[in-house]
T-cell receptor, first 115, second 115 residues
Framework: SAVISQKPSRDICQRGTSLTIQCQVDSQVTMMFWYRQQPGQSLTLIATANQGSEATYESGFVIDKFPISRPNLTFSTLTVSNMSPEDSSIYLC????????????FGPGTRLTVT | AQKVTQAQTEISVVEKEDVTLDCVYETRDTTYYLFWYKQPPSGELVFLIRRNSFDEQNEISGRYSWNFQKSTSSFNFTITASQVVDSAVYFCALSEPLRDYKYIFGTGTRLKVLA
């Protein structure tokens, strides 16, 4: 398993501003993922972040809105840009265990409220 | 198409009752992995179990047990003698090698255990 921390744990932001969420892992991992969980909903994958390459975004998510950095094997950031109330969600990062059996472990999440 | 269905949106039980959470999946692959996660009110996702498609043995871990049946494409989760601390949202997820092991989550089942 892996120990994952996220900062901030929660934030209230104004419409039109941007927020950068940090994800730190206690061990080196190849694959990191960013998810969004809207209130009362399931998890939706935003993008996959591999160190040394650009993030791969899922359908419906674009880099201009959700830029991601992955500077090393233990850290990643997700920025939610030009926020609107529809961006109010929990944002979670996860890491995949290196090699088989590819389990994912999740961070505690960042609760974002946009007013 | 790949899909995970958790038809039970919310279940309420009285403490010490047994409860089964249903998960039905769809996949065209012969190799795949199924997972259960628990999301307590604090928001973090807690890994409970992984099962691969070639291992149909049922598993028991304390009060938790899982029934994997390929014939019905189901991976159900039973909590025996439920406790208030079991109150959470439970997610079932599917991953496949052909989709780079990305998770597809079900919509979750909210379990309320009443004292």
């Amino acid at each position: 398993s892996a120990v994952i921390s996220q900062k901030p744990s929660r934030d209230i932001c104004q419409r039109g501003t941007s927020l950068t969420i940090q994800c730190q892992v206690d061990s080196q991992v190849t694959m990191m993922f960013w998810y969004r969980q809207q209130p009362g909903q399931s998890l939706t994958l935003i993008a996959t972040a591999n160190q040394g390459s650009e993030a791969t975004y899922e359908s419906g998510f674009v880099i201009d809105k959700f830029p991601i950095s992955r500077p090393n094997l233990t850290f990643s950031t997700l920025t939610v840009s030009n926020m609107s109330p529809e961006d109010s969600s929990i944002y979670l990062c996860s890491v995949e265990t290196t090699g088989f059996p590819y389990e994912q472990y999740f961070g505690p999440g960042t609760r974002l409220t946009v007013t | 198409a790949q899909k995970v269905t958790q038809a039970q949106t919310e279940i309420s039980v009285v403490e010490k009752e047994d409860v089964t959470l249903d998960c039905v999946y769809e996949t065209r692959d012969t190799t795949y992995y199924l997972f259960w996660y628990k999301q307590p009110p604090s928001g973090e996702l807690v890994f409970l179990i992984r099962r691969n498609s070639f291992d149909e043995q049922n598993e028991i871990s304390g009060r938790y047990s899982w029934n994997f049946q390929k014939s019905t494409s189901s991976f159900n989760f039973t909590i025996t003698a439920s406790q208030v601390v079991d109150s959470a949202v439970y997610f079932c997820a599917l991953s496949e090698p052909l989709r780079d092991y990305k998770y597809i989550f079900g919509t979750g089942t909210r379990l309320k255990v009443l004292a």
